[in-house]
């Protein structure tokens, strides 16, 4: 099992920036993929940026050049970092952990874009 516990979010003007965390109860090092989606209202959950255990990055195209996913395996904790928002960026974000063929999610944490 992996339990993860996002942190971080929350109201911003557009063009602010804000840094997401996510602490896993597990060395994140024997995670093979960890990554954050969100889910605007009325939509589905989207996969915005994705981190391997060898550190390659995948980030969508609506997020590229904007977000930064970043790991720190002493602290077990993968954050997302988020600059110039739009507030289409809107969404509650979800940590994900796929290990051993499993999937697992954290809580999520708002985050909001508005003037």
């Known amino acids: 099992q992996v339990q993860l516990v996002e942190s971080g979010g929350g109201l911003v003007q557009p063009g602010e920036s804000l840094r997401l965390s996510c602490a896993a109860s597990?060395?994140?090092?024997?995670?093979?993929?960890m990554a954050w989606f969100r889910q605007a209202p009325g939509k589905q959950r989207e996969l915005v940026a994705r981190?391997?255990?060898?550190?390659?990055?995948y980030y969508a195209d609506s997020v590229k050049e904007r977000f930064t996913i970043s790991r720190d395996t002493a602290k077990n904790t993968v954050y997302l970092q988020m600059n110039s928002l739009k507030p289409e960026d809107t969404a509650v974000y979800y940590c994900?952990?796929?290990?051993?063929?499993?999937?697992?999610w954290g809580q999520g944490t708002q985050v909001t874009v508005s003037s």
């Open positions: 981190i391997t255990s060898d550190t390659n990055t």
């Open positions: 597990r060395s994140i090092a024997s995670i093979s993929t």
């Open positions: 994900h952990a796929f290990w051993h063929g499993a999937n697992f």
